[in-house]
């Protein structure tokens, strides 16, 4: 069986790429060691952890190419990872939203279209100076 990838799809996997990227970069500057995990797998996205291995941290990024809602699926009760990183705009100048996965339920906008449920964070609920470029959520390495 072939699989083909789309335009579109290849357009978001690096959006999602940059992203991604983006965000160990940033946690490097931190003084954690950041490493992607395998990409396309249902999972965190990136493991962090400190020079000798005593504190390890996990991390949720979702990226978006402009200021749009972010996707959480059709359940709130697997959101994964200590921290989700939502990186907007990452096509002109990434920012950073630092957030839990308590504060993403917490937020979550429930629609149904057709009898299907699926639950999206708004730009108005994450882009608050709360959680804007708040790298220090997460703690020293």
């Known amino acids: 069986m072939e699989i083909r990838a789309t335009k579109r799809n290849k357009k978001s996997q690096v959006t999602g790429n940059v992203g991604l990227y983006f965000v160990c970069y940033r946690l490097s500057l931190h003084g954690w060691n950041a490493m992607p995990t395998s990409r396309n797998a249902r999972g965190i996205d990136i493991i962090a952890y400190n020079t000798d291995c005593t504190k390890t941290i996990s991390f949720q990024v979702k990226t978006l190419s402009n200021r749009s809602p972010v996707p959480l699926g059709k359940s709130l009760e697997r959101l994964m990872g200590d921290f989700w990183i939502i990186v907007n705009d990452v096509n002109k100048v990434p920012c950073v939203f630092v957030m839990t996965p308590e504060e993403i339920k917490e937020r979550a906008h429930r629609g149904e279209k057709d ?26 390495p």
């Not at 994450?126 to 220090?136: A, G, L, N, T, V």
Request: net charge negative.
């Open 115 to 140: 009898g299907i449920v699926s639950y999206w964070l708004q730009p108005r609920a994450y882009e608050i100076d709360d959680f804007r470029e708040k790298w220090e959520r997460i703690g020293q």
